[in-house]
């Protein structure tokens, strides 16, 4: 009689493998803002890469109208804001890495 493949593919794997704890490795504080600066200069690249588009298409369709033209000059100032704050980002999270003892 053979041995089943269930029962096979179970005796193949080591024991040791069963046997070590799993450790949850937390990470540091500063690991943690250095990804949070990563993630949020991202979405605000994002975030303002999209008001660039969209105040690029409100000024393209605008055809002289001026409240057409008033929205996409706003689209263009927030797009604008959100590039500076993604560039701050870091100087920002760096206060805060100071402030919390990071």
């Known amino acids: 009689m053979g041995t089943s493949p269930m029962l096979s593919s179970l005796t193949a794997i080591p024991l040791s493998v069963y046997a070590e704890p799993a450790v949850l490795a ?46 996409a000059k706003s689209s263009l100032r927030n797009a604008l804001v959100g590039y500076g704050v993604a560039v701050l980002a870091p100087v920002l999270l760096q206060v805060a890495k100071g402030i919390v003892g990071g």
């Open 26 to 71: 937390a990470a540091t504080l500063p690991q943690v803002i250095t990804n949070l600066q990563t993630w949020l200069m991202g979405i605000l690249a994002a975030v303002a890469t999209l008001f660039l588009v969209l105040a690029g298409v409100y000024w393209a369709t605008a055809g002289g109208d001026p409240s057409q033209v008033d929205k």
